[in-house]
């Protein structure tokens, strides 16, 4: 092989530079993400492990069928209905109403940015109560 | 002479059964395809293949046909524009001063504008200065639908309503260029500005916060009436209508926009088309609008 | 062979450090764009589509022209044209690749690009459009390549490369026809809705590509040791001429109709261009510069001896691209939306990050064709020697 040192040596450079995120962040992982969860509404729509892992699957349908098949009324597996809405049913009131404490949580853990919210209006967190308006 | 007449019959018979069968079969086609994907799309079914829809139109909901409004223009208050107000509020629609980015679902146009091909020196008075209200005219046969790369904008089959679906849109505004209506909007500029959307649009007069129940839109997808789809479902009449009925009441006048089912021989609006003499906005592009004016 | 790009002379790399600047000012411009909005550009809610869908159904002609070269050089075996028609492909694929740019920095929402592949809609026209010019851009550059490859080792083209050949003639014509469609068959955009406008579109490619071409050419012989010459170049120039006066004579045909036929609506679109409207009139100096041009043009161009002078051709040839630039880049979009449906005029005229970022386009473009050109130049001279 015609210059094999520096081939090598760039290729361990390389794979020491993509490596970068491991070996800076080593021994520094930030905190695990705390989910507050609803205190008044004790059954999420679908069972917990299903929603952590295809909660997004979920929404998609959601919308789907919402804005295009005019279906608006969702039963869970067990056989409970709800309203297919984002704002008005899983960020009501009883429910995830914080998105603080909720979404963002493992949102912002796994850096992910779903554009929801660019949309979507999430409830008015309490400090912001003072300023409401009628 | 028998065996004529037998062979005419015969060829009669298959070429009718041929004319018979071929739309028939395409129509059992199409609705049993229809049942199947319960108004989806194939592409769509396919994405969720895995979460089979199990959702249904709420029970309070109301149906029709085919939706339509009747605008009776000469009963639109002087000055007033509720209906303009109380859509524009309850669908987030943004107030942005500059008419180059505005965004309009339903406003007041002058007839020469809304009817410009029927405009003349010596139109009646009362004409020149009555405010026509324009909406999407929720086209029996869209231009819009029919040009749009993504089918971001559909109608919906249940109840022809055309619809925008503004996740998908990608802002391409071939429909803005389709519509002979003037009846799309496309947001040039952020319409309600959040924290990591960037810069605040200067231009803004909105003072109060979006109405929380509603969505809001993101900059670069194309907008329009939906004939409040989302109202409907919850068995309202829209939104627009509604609040015409109430104050043209209180002025004891009849209501300038009346909404209902145009295949429902008994409906209101199919009243007034068979009492009144009433227009259509460029009936002669076969786009086929179901909003009906009486001037 | 594509390490040919990278060995060139001082000039060439000066020339494209100067595009790679303008792009980049271009691509600031653009990210501004992405940020907040199509607001920053001229465009409204009246005029819905302006600068970068004019020069993208500019371009797509630019793009289609290449087929002036081919079609005579394999179906009719005009032999001169061999030598040049690696350049015509070549500029082809420069021209698709603006298009499809143009239509990218268009885009409101340019991240949700591939829901047309995810909802594949056949009924909309913009659908094939996107099919006929990607299909078309690999058509060139694979084509292009296998036969300058070829060349390169002084063999013919291998025989299976003549299917792609074959097809990329109709192809040619095809993007063309599919973008005139996207206007032709809107209702109520009475400028748009005529039948004509599909040979209109051919008509002015194959003036304006065959121009374009030429000049390239000219630049060609002037900054490398391969000369694309003299026959072609003349040859060229009587296409350019035909489809020049085909493309005025369709014009004419327009507002015969148009103007005979007395219909407002009609007539209104063209009141504006050419005369403008109680006060309203942005482009009324252009469009006549643009018919000014052409039709300088056609008269340089039929006189015989003027046309086969190459310094007379030049100016014929720069005046057959800036004319139907204005009219089709500019006067074809703009003059479709005003007035709007509704019969109110709003002007139109592009901003300066709008046109910065246009401007980059058209520095991407040449700079692929500054590439390709560098490759198949260089291939040539190294077979001749």
């Known amino acids: ?134 | 002479m028998g065996v004529n007449r037998r062979k005419f019959l015969k060829i009669a018979g298959i070429s009718t059964l041929g004319v018979v069968a071929k739309p028939a079969a395409d129509a059992l086609a199409v609705e049993w395809l229809d049942k199947r994907l319960g108004g989806f799309t194939i592409p769509e079914t396919l994405l969720h293949l895995f979460h089979r829809p199990t959702g249904f139109t709420p029970g309070e909901a109301l149906t029709a046909k085919r939706w339509a409004m009747v605008v009776n223009v000469k009963n639109c208050p002087e000055g007033c524009k509720a209906c303009r107000e109380v859509c524009h509020k309850v669908h987030n629609v943004p107030d942005i001063e500059n008419p180059r980015h505005e965004i309009k679902w339903i406003w007041h146009g002058e007839y020469k504008h809304v009817f410009p091909g029927q405009k003349h020196e010596h139109i009646e008075e009362a004409l020149k200065k009555i405010p026509f209200v324009v909406l999407c005219n929720h086209c029996q046969n869209p231009a819009c639908v029919r040009v749009c790369p993504t089918k971001a904008t559909f109608k919906r089959k249940h109840d022809g309503i055309v619809l925008m679906d503004m996740h998908r849109c990608i802002g391409c505004r071939f429909c803005m260029a389709a519509c002979p209506f003037g009846a799309r909007s496309f947001n040039w500029i952020i319409p309600w500005p959040r924290e990591r959307a960037g810069t605040m649009p200067r231009f803004r007069k909105d003072k109060e916060p979006p109405n929380p129940e509603f969505p809001t839109r993101v900059k670069g997808v194309v907008e329009k009436c939906n004939f409040c789809a989302e109202r409907l479902a919850k068995g309202q009449i829209p939104a627009c209508v509604e609040t015409c009925r109430e104050v043209t009441k209180k002025k004891g006048m009849k209501p300038a926009l009346v909404f209902g089912d145009l295949e429902a021989p008994d409906s209101e609006v199919r009243q007034l088309l068979r009492s009144h003499y009433t227009l259509r906005r460029k009936p002669e592009l076969g786009t086929n609008p179901n909003v009906y004016y009486i001037v | 062979m594509f390490e040919k790009a990278f060995l060139g002379r001082r000039k060439y790399w000066i020339w494209l450090a100067i595009l790679g600047g303008i792009i980049g000012v271009g691509f600031i411009m653009w990210l501004w764009q992405f940020r907040v909005g199509l607001g920053i550009t001229g465009m409204s809610r009246d005029v819905s589509w302006g600068f970068y869908i004019g020069q993208f159904t500019y371009l797509v002609g630019v793009a289609a022209a290449g087929v002036m070269v081919v079609l005579p050089y394999y179906l009719h075996h005009f032999k001169a044209f061999g030598r040049i028609t690696i350049l015509a492909e070549f500029m082809a694929v420069g021209a698709v690749s603006m298009c499809l740019l143009f239509i990218l920095v268009d885009l409101g929402n340019p991240v949700r690009m591939l829901n047309m592949v995810l909802h594949p809609t056949p009924n909309s026209v913009l659908f094939w459009d996107m099919i006929v010019l990607n299909v078309y851009l690999f058509l060139n550059i694979f084509i292009g390549w296998t036969v300058l490859s070829a060349e390169r080792k002084s063999a013919p083209p291998p025989r299976w490369i003549k299917p792609f050949i074959y097809i990329s003639i109709p192809w040619a014509i095809s993007i063309h026809t599919v973008t005139a469609y996207l206007y032709a068959g809107l209702p109520g955009r009475h400028f748009w809705l005529t039948a004509v406008m599909a040979p209109r579109f051919l008509s002015s490619a194959f003036c304006a590509g065959p121009a374009l071409l030429i000049l390239l050419c000219l630049i060609v012989r002037k900054t490398t040791r391969f000369d694309p010459g003299k026959e072609q170049i003349r040859t060229l120039g009587s296409i350019v001429t035909y489809a020049l006066i085909l493309n005025v004579f369709l014009f004419v045909c327009e507002l015969f109709t148009v103007f005979y036929s007395q219909i407002p609506g009609h007539m209104d679109h063209f009141h504006y261009l050419f005369f403008g409207h109680e006060g309203h009139g942005n482009l009324i100096s252009l469009m006549w510069l643009a018919f000014a041009l052409m039709t300088g043009a056609i008269i340089l161009l039929v006189i015989p001896a003027c046309r086969r002078n190459e310094e007379i051709l030049t100016v014929a040839c720069v005046m057959t691209v800036i004319g139907t630039w204005i009219d089709k880049g500019f006067g074809l979009v703009v003059g479709g939306f005003v007035p709007n449906p509704m019969h109110e005029y709003t002007e139109y005229w592009p901003t300066v990050p709008e046109a910065l970022i246009s401007l980059a386009v058209w520095a991407t473009g040449f700079l692929i064709i500054s590439v390709l050109y560098k490759v198949a130049t260089s291939v040539k001279e190294e077979v001749r020697a």
């Open chain 1, 1 to 134: 092989m015609y210059d094999g040192g520096k081939i090598i040596t760039g290729i361990i450079i390389g794979l020491v530079l993509l490596a970068f995120p491991i070996w800076y962040t080593h021994g520094t992982a930030p905190p695990r993400p705390e989910v507050k969860l609803p205190v008044k509404e004790k059954q999420c729509v679908q069972p917990k492990a299903y929603m952590k892992t295809n909660h997004m699957q979920l929404l998609d349908l959601w919308r789907d069928s919402t804005v295009r098949a005019a279906k608006r009324i969702y039963i869970s597996d067990d056989g409970r209905k709800y309203d297919m809405s984002l704002q008005n049913t899983c960020m009501s009131a009883d429910c995830h109403a914080k998105k603080t404490e909720f979404c963002d949580q493992c949102h912002n853990y796994t850096g992910v940015v779903p554009y929801c919210w660019d949309c979507h209006i999430e409830p008015k967190e309490p400090k912001e109560k003072s300023e409401e308006k009628h």
